[in-house]
């Protein structure tokens, strides 16, 4: 049975930083591009972030690009988001899933991914 852990997120006042983590068991990890995903209540799902299977490839939304890293620790089975400068609009509940992304493509939930976890909270004070 797969199982996704989103952690780490909280209350934070712009200007301030975050680091998500995501941990995921029942599934070899590293045959997946890994990514970020985010929510709000009434809009569609945000690509942030997406991660090749050994890291040599990152891709960022525009809206966090510069401000947002990546990475992932394949023997942990656990991928990270490096949040620094955060703004008000980042605030949504975030998610990590299997990823697919590409030049000058949205980054988008890769098309057999169905292990969902119950995401983190971001809330950005202004």
């Known amino acids: 049975q797969v199982q996704v852990v989103e952690s780490g997120g909280g209350l934070v006042r712009t200007g301030g930083s975050l680091t998500l983590s995501c941990t995921l068991s029942?599934?070899?990890?590293?045959?997946?591009?890994m990514g970020w995903f985010r929510q709000t209540p009434g809009k569609e799902r945000e690509g942030v972030s997406c991660i090749s299977t050994r890291s040599s490839n990152t891709d960022y939304a525009g809206s966090v690009k510069g401000r947002f890293t990546t990475s992932r620790v394949n023997a942990k089975n656990t991928l990270y988001l490096n949040m620094n400068t955060l703004k008000p609009e980042d605030t949504a509940m975030y998610y990590c899933?299997?990823?697919?992304?590409?030049?000058?493509?949205?980054?988008?939930?890769?098309?057999?991914?169905?292990?969902w976890g119950q995401g983190t909270q971001v809330t950005v004070s202004s």
């Open positions: 899933a299997g990823c697919n992304s590409g030049p000058d493509e949205p980054i988008r939930v890769q098309t057999t991914w169905k292990d």
């Open positions: 029942g599934l070899t990890v590293d045959t997946y591009a």
